[in-house]
């Protein structure tokens, strides 16, 4: 057929299950796709066509066996952060180099289970530590739509895959922004789930208190369909929630009658790029035109949530990669006389800057004389954040926001200024120190036709309601269905 | 100058869980090495702890049993250091948070005197791997990391090495008794800490602490304490300055050396665990655990006092080990005369499990056949000598102590005609200490039922040997 990679899952599905087409069919596609673009977008770190292919016989001879499974044969990219068995699980860092995956992350297992196979990983910021897939031990990912721009992070070498047709879907995870921002920049669609609702097992840990797997897709009922199956209590993550698992496709309407939906003044700001707002102010407006009533509300701890999150992410990092130290897996680093070289050589080789940077962040804000001062002030406003959401969502059912305040940067023009770089997650990350979802849905272009992401943020465990809103938006609009002239044209 | 000396203990339990605490890896000693072991405990990335509620329960049961407040409110924190048997790089421990505080545990202060050592706390952490150092290079083996190991710390309420010895010694029954460990020393089931000092007589404060590590003994805990405090009182009366340090005992040298300074202390960099809930523990959970409790010594020393009428004394050695206690509660249970069960328990059985390091649990004579033996010996089928050889004879091999003694021919003559016989037999070819004893020589009466005893191979009852014998000879004729 030469064009199945352009489908969206559900479209897979169907085409799967109408016998339109085959599993190996679908992968194939994809190889051609990624054999044609990927040499310029480097969304992929590894895809293994020829095991993939073998999978993808094999789904198709289960389906012939008479096995059945909401996404059986269906292709999808993982983030280099998830473990699959099997697969190599390096998160954009040389210090993974050598390490395979001795299990499945609980979510790789629930959509494993439906039959879905796992045909590549895609590039992100070491250890989800980035907003632009530039911090990658491996070389940047592009973005689709402006080779010359990044593709945002750090799941940005899964937003450029979904983007650019290279995958029907791919998996993210979510810190501070990490699935919201890549989708925006890339013009696909990106959901953070509430903290707690997917299972954080075999997702190798940031910052274990904000951490989401999360789906980047090319419309809402993708997302909302992915969710449904990895969502719900696990008994390997104890910080996940027992709160109901709704039917999410079910909750995809056309509609927003009788939703309220918030504008958070503290997020039209100074700062915001005047395209973007632009493009969010044209959203809102068709959300007023879908039914919805628009209030403004207030989030007055926006402005202190940048430095809460590089604190409360850096100390939990600072232990989280404590273990890599070459002592059991991945690379070790040669020359050393003891131990202490073993590690410092190891950690020194192997660490990239920005991960150096929160590491040597998160210890000193965690030593003794600077805990209290730093580290316990944090938690305290974390939960002033958090409260912010809890009062704001009295008021409305969800809140509208901008993604990111400017659209896909270039490469290189934040690197030489991390807090630059940070600051751009303004937006994105007071919904993670709150632990409530984050949906990013294409409202837009900027004039130098770049994508723009209207973020709707729906309390802990509302997935349905900001589902609900971004499927009735797509619904009405096209800019999910935009796709790069890159990809389009089949490369260059 | 008169100088006092002061310790405080920190006591690490290995818990008697199934699995270890985040995973669900068996916690068996002498498997080889990095068998017990999966992605949790070797901390691979993605992994996630999940909590062992056995290993809450055996901690708040300790807590309970050691008179603790139970925490309704209790977390877990990250202590950060890098060292290569720890999987993580950081130990799941518990900072401000513990499950249980306060609490105290009764020793022997010498002489009779009770002394109550307080505790400060105990709480919950997960045990470290094992580095194995040979000639060239060195591993680790990670069978044990992810045991669950509940830390006790103590209050500085002791004041000699005895003491600590008495503590370690109090606790380990208390623990026992409990079942929440198996307190194998030489498996390092029970690890402990020392922190000492001396101060002048008369001076409130502590002096400057010092920290020993590495005594894998109880006995290695007196002998480094006794080196220590000698060591620091050497110092203050030559007017050298005590720094506050950590300092490793070293057996082979019967010497502690500088480990760490304060300076080099380690910054654990605390702080709360985010992979784990806090644990909250309802009343109710608590007073269910509490109600669960097994009789402790001291409720089980006034049983035995009451229960089987025996001395305030037997029944507190009786009651110091479980194992003993159990076994001597079963076999007095249904005896005619448990005081007799308590001697043989205290004298014959003590003794011969001493001498060969048993434990009771291992000893062949059952509390049945412990029973029988001392009724046998009571309607003196047998005599008391006779009884001791059967007993070691059951030691040895077992078995029931009646049939020993028909198979071996011993049982107890009590035929009065037979032994008169033997009675009349004696005074006639002993007729010089017949005599003394008429005249009043009461020893010589011992002399005449020994022979007795030795005409009859031992198998006259000696009471009723003493009965002819009198009869025969008359009351003695005078008392002077």
Known sequence: MGSLNTLTVRQAVDHLEQGACSSEELVRDLLSARTALDGTIQGYLQMDGERALAEARHADADRKKGRRGRLLGVPLAVKDILNVTGQACR??????????????????????????????????????????????????????????????????????????????????????????????????????????????YGLVAYASSLDQIGPLTKDVDDAALLLGVMAGPDPRDSSSVEALVEDYAAACGSDLKGMKLGLPRDYFVKGLEPAVEAAIRAAIERCRELGAEVVEVSLPHTSVAIPTYYIVATAEASANLARFDGVRYGFRAEGAEDVLEVYAKTRAQGFGPEVKRRIILGTYVLSGGYHDAYYVRAQKVRTLIRRDFEDAFKTCDAILAPVAPTAAYRLGEKMADPLQMYLGDIFTVPASLAGICGLSVPCGFTPAGLPVGLQVLGPAFGESRVLRVGSAYQKSTDWHRRRPALAAEGGR | MKYLTTIGL?????????????????????????????????????????????????????????????????????????????????????????????????????????????????????????????????????????????????????????????????????????????????????????????????????????????????????????????????????????????????PEAGATAPMRSKEQAHDYRYFPEPDLMPVVLPPAQVEAWRAALPELPRQKRERFAAQYGIPEYDARVL??????????????????????????????????????????????????????????????????????????????????????????????????????????????????????????????????????????????????????????LGRPGGTG
């Open chain 2, 10 to 250: 920190e006591v690490h339990v290995q818990l008697k869980t199934r699995s270890k605490m985040f995973c669900g890896c068996p916690t068996g000693p002498g498997a080889p090495p990095n068998t017990q072991v999966c992605p949790v405990c070797l901390g691979y990335p993605g992994t996630l702890p999940v909590m062992n509620g056995e290993a809450i329960r055996l901690t708040v049961m300790t807590g309970l049993m050691l008179g603790c407040a139970i925490s309704p409110y209790s977390k877990f924190d990250r202590k950060n250091y890098f060292y290569p048997d720890m999987p993580k790089n950081y130990q799941i421990s518990q900072f401000d948070k513990p499950l249980c505080l306060g609490g105290s545990v009764e020793i022997d202060a010498g002489g009779g005197a009770v002394k109550a050592v307080r505790l400060t706390r105990i709480h919950l952490e997960e045990d470290v791997g094992k580095c194995i150092h040979q000639a060239r290079r060195s591993g680790v083996d990670f069978n044990r990391a992810g045991v669950p190991l509940m830390e006790i710390v103590t209050e500085p309420d002791m004041e000699t090495p005895d003491e600590a010895f008495a503590f370690l010694l109090a606790l380990k029954q208390m623990l026992l008794y409990l079942g929440v460990s198996d307190c194998n020393l030489e498996e390092g089931n029970l690890r402990c800490d020392v922190n000492c000092s001396v101060r002048p007589e008369g001076q409130a404060e502590l002096g400057t602490k010092v920290e020993i590590k590495n005594m894998n003994t109880f006995k290695g805990v007196h002998v480094a304490l006794q080196y220590e405090l000698d060591r620091q009182l050497e110092a203050v009366r030559t007017g050298e300055r005590i720094v506050q340090e950590t300092r490793r005992w070293e």
């Open chain 1, 91 to 200: 998160c954009g860092s040389r210090i993974l180099d050598g390490y395979t995956a001795p299990y499945d992350a609980t979510a790789i297992a629930r959509l494993r289970a439906e039959g879905a196979i796992f045909v590549g990983r895609t590039n992100m910021d070491e250890f989800g530590m980035g907003s632009s897939t530039e911090n990658s031990a491996f070389g940047p990912t592009r973005n689709p739509w402006n080779s010359a721009c990044v593709p945002g992070g750090s799941s940005g070498g899964s937003a450029a895959v979904v983007a650019a047709d290279m995958a029907l879907a791919a998996l993210g995870s979510d810190t501070g922004g990490s699935v919201r921002q890549p989708a925006a920049f890339c013009g696909c669609t990106g959901l953070k789930p509430s903290y707690g609702r997917v299972s954080r």
């Open chain 2, 319 to 472: 009651a110091a080990q479980k194992a003993v206690a159990d076994y001597f509660d079963e076999a007095a249970r249904g005896a005619s005369n448990p005081k007799l069960i308590s001697n043989w328990v205290m004298t014959e059985m003590l003794r011969r499990l001493a001498e060969r390091e048993m434990d009771i649990r291992d000893c062949k004579v059952t509390p049945a056949a412990l029973r029988e033996l001392a009724a046998l010996a009571e309607i003196q089928a047998i005599n008391s000598n006779t009884a001791k050889e059967v007993f070691a004879i059951l030691f040895e091999q077992g078995g029931d102590p009646a049939a020993v003694v028909r198979e071996r021919g011993w049982g107890q003559n009590s035929d009065g005609d037979a032994i008169g016989a033997l009675a009349d037999r004696v005074i006639a070819e002993n007729a010089k200490s017949a005599d003394d004893y008429r005249r009043g020589k009461e020893a010589a009466l011992k002399f005449l039922i020994g022979q007795v005893m030795r005409l009859s191979q031992g198998k006259a009852n000696p009471q009723m040997a003493t009965e002819k014998l009198v009869q025969r």
